[in-house]
């Protein structure tokens, strides 16, 4: 009886700490009764911008699971004219006739907002809609004059931007703007020159991205000195036709700038941009998710025919400010710092809280146990596994179950370090967007599934596969054997020549790969990626699903 009524303590013990383990994850307000519907978010560029991703992300936090969401891309930052506009249309058009309607709709940025504001009545007919993003604060004002329109203004502040940087570099005579030639690119010139007799003290200057080829760019960004301010606006294009995303106008311009680099929206912040007065992307989107649930829950959109305030707040990186030496009793009070020093309880906090619930639980059963014939080893064991399986966890990918980008940046430090001869293979989806677009998400994350499994099946004790970002794979080869690596090349693009099943169906998937080595191509990590990367990008550009290696530029090439 005894032994009885101590396993009876024992597993009520257990049951208790897990419940306050449990009861400790759960959000309360998900039992509430919440919204539900379908919305469709309209952005004016694509998904492959940063912005637009935390867009989406800030949406689908404040929609919830309980609403459909369907997303469309008018990609205005490549290509805009009145034949993509009227391609655009059509192809919507098409589909909003063969599908179920929609409940709201959600514009992103000022050219999504123009286009449903001039195609309302063929289109969107008594569907609400809220805008976010929008630059244009006539256009928002008048878009609000519609008893269907409502939504939150994005007010980047250049004039106080300007004035961050003087307060950080104060022996700054210039402010230097990198921008293009886009409609973006337009907008933010007026913006960014109109603010100079508000600063005499400044020189007003730009870099052109759309009138510089790829090598002048990084020569004229390398060449801005110490007592400049620089601003990136905006980047998506070279004089080359050389097309970036935000992800490589970051690291070109960590790479060659000898400046810290200001930043007006968020993306970017934490990765390498000093920061700045910024619009918080993903806050534009949960504030217009927001508005869409009131909506949906029955709210009068023409009770709401008012321009909401931007989301701004002062966002730096402790660690671009350490890097030039700039102060942070400079900053203006309530400031969000990235990457600032702190300690290890802190850096830990989502680990430790649980994990000491956890150890508190097992250090309890193990002194009733040590009572009950000294089964302390046993649970010694579960502990350590809990502590193993909590490491796994945060060096793989939830979705494909590869080892995750920081198990890969790790890896290859070490081997660096090292100074062990290797090879990086970055692998890229083709056209997925299009299976995101044409097939849904579900689809899209079977193919990263499908594609990861068959990578697996690859790994060796030289060839590690890790996914790194997006539809992006990369692999480390411990080799800078020719044949070995070409071998392996073949393998990677063979993984492709088999039908992939996305929504029950066989589908064909192609990939591109590009291939650099170490330390043939480069002695620098973040270089030998930027190699594999550029490597795949002319796979890319001369027509996709095959693999190339890393070529020097010759002498003299833009």
């Known amino acids: 009886m005894a032994k009885k009524r101590k396993n009876l303590l024992l597993v009520g013990l257990l049951q208790l700490f897990l419940l306050?383990?449990?009861?400790?994850?759960?959000?309360?307000?998900?039992?509430?009764?919440?919204?539900s519907g379908r919305v469709l978010f309209i952005s004016s560029y694509s998904c492959a911008w940063d912005s637009v991703q935390l867009q989406i992300e800030g949406i689908r936090d404040g929609l919830g699971d309980d609403v459909k969401i369907d997303y469309e891309f008018m990609d205005a930052e490549r290509v805009y004219d009145e034949e993509t506009v009227k391609?655009?249309?059509?192809?919507?058009?098409?589909?909003?006739?063969?599908?179920?309607?929609?409940?709201?709709?959600?514009?992103?940025?000022?050219?999504?907002?123009?286009?449903?504001?001039?195609?309302?009545?063929?289109?969107?007919?008594?569907v609400p809609m809220v805008f976010e993003g929008v630059n244009d604060e006539t256009l928002a004002t008048e878009a609000v004059k519609n008893p269907y329109i409502t939504g939150v203004?994005?007010?980047?502040?250049?004039?106080?931007?300007?004035?961050?940087?003087?307060?950080l570099v104060p022996d700054a005579d210039k402010v230097i703007a990198i921008l293009d030639d886009s409609i973006t690119g337009e907008t933010e010139r007026r913006h960014f020159y109109s603010c100079a007799e508000q600063f005499p003290q400044l020189q007003f200057e730009e870099i052109n991205s759309s009138q510089l080829s790829t090598t002048n760019l990084r020569q004229a960004i390398r060449a801005v000195d110490k007592n400049a301010i620089l601003f990136y606006l905006t980047m998506t294009e070279d004089a080359n036709g050389r097309v970036y995303s935000e992800k490589e106008a970051l690291t070109i311009?960590?790479?060659?700038?000898?400046?810290?680099?200001?930043r007006?929206?968020?993306?970017?912040?934490?990765?390498?941009?000093?920061?700045?007065?910024?619009?918080?992307?993903?806050?534009?989107?949960?504030?217009?998710?927001?508005?869409?649930?009131?909506?949906?829950?029955?709210?009068?959109?023409?009770?709401?025919?008012?321009?909401?305030?931007?989301?701004?707040?002062?966002?730096?990186?402790?660690?671009?400010?350490?890097?030039?030496?700039i102060s942070k009793s400079a900053l203006p009070e309530g400031t969000m710092i990235f990457n600032e020093a702190q300690s290890f309880t802190e850096r830990n906090r989502e680990v430790l809280v649980p994990g000491a619930i956890l150890l508190g639980a097992?250090?309890?059963?193990?002194?009733?146990?040590?009572?009950?014939?000294?089964?302390?080893?046993?649970?010694?064991?579960?502990?350590?596994?809990?502590?193993?399986?909590?490491?796994?966890?945060?060096?793989?990918?939830?979705?494909?179950?590869?080892?995750?980008?920081s198990k890969f940046m790790s890896d290859l430090t070490r081997l660096i370090n090292e100074r062990t001869p290797c090879t990086v293979i970055m692998l890229d989806i083709d056209d997925f967007k299009h299976i995101n677009d044409t097939m849904g998400h579900t689809a899209g994350d079977e193919a990263l599934q499908q594609v990861a499994a068959r990578l697996k099946e690859m790994k060796t004790q030289l060839l590690t596969p890790y996914r790194y970002?997006?539809?992006?794979?990369?692999?480390?080869?411990?080799?800078?054997?020719?044949?070995?690596?070409?071998?392996?090349?073949?393998?990677?693009?063979?993984?492709?020549?088999?039908?992939?099943?996305?929504?029950?169906?066989?589908?064909?998937?192609?990939?591109?790969?590009?291939?650099?080595?170490?330390?043939?191509?480069?002695?620098?990590?973040?270089?030998?990626?930027?190699?594999?990367?550029?490597?795949?990008?002319?796979?890319?550009?001369?027509?996709?699903?095959?693999?190339?290696?890393?070529?020097?530029?010759?002498?003299?090439e833009a």
Do not use: W
């Open 253 to 262: 311009l960590t790479e060659v700038a000898k400046v810290p680099v200001f």
């Open 87 to 126: 391609l655009f249309y059509e192809t919507l058009q098409y589909r909003l006739e063969n599908g179920e309607p929609y409940d709201a709709v959600i514009l992103g940025d000022d050219e999504a907002l123009k286009f449903a504001m001039e195609y309302q009545e063929e289109l969107f007919d008594g």
């Open 362 to 405: 097992l250090l309890i059963i193990m002194g009733i146990l040590s009572v009950d014939n000294f089964r302390n080893k046993k649970l010694l064991s579960e502990l350590e596994n809990a502590k193993k399986t909590i490491e796994t966890a945060s060096q793989h990918d939830f979705l494909t179950g590869l080892s995750n980008r």
């Open 153 to 167: 203004l994005e007010k980047l502040s250049m004039e106080k931007n300007i004035q961050l940087g003087i307060d």
């Open 264 to 325: 007006m929206v968020e993306s970017g912040i934490g990765d390498g941009f000093l920061g700045g007065n910024v619009v918080s992307m993903y806050e534009s989107g949960h504030i217009a998710a927001e508005i869409v649930l009131d909506i949906l829950d029955g709210a009068d959109v023409s009770a709401m025919n008012n321009v909401f305030d931007s989301p701004n707040e002062y966002r730096v990186d402790a660690t671009v400010m350490e890097k030039y030496g």
């Open 469 to 556: 970002a997006g539809d992006e794979f990369i692999l480390i080869l411990e080799s800078k054997q020719g044949m070995i690596i070409e071998k392996t090349a073949y393998q990677c693009r063979q993984i492709f020549s088999k039908p992939f099943t996305l929504n029950k169906k066989a589908v064909k998937i192609c990939g591109s790969i590009g291939i650099a080595t170490y330390p043939k191509d480069t002695e620098n990590l973040e270089q030998l990626i930027i190699c594999a990367d550029e490597a795949m990008y002319q796979v890319k550009k001369n027509g996709k699903n095959d693999f190339a290696f890393y070529k020097k530029p010759t002498e003299g």
């Open 20 to 35: 306050i383990f449990c009861f400790g994850a759960i959000d309360f307000t998900s039992l509430a009764a919440k919204a």
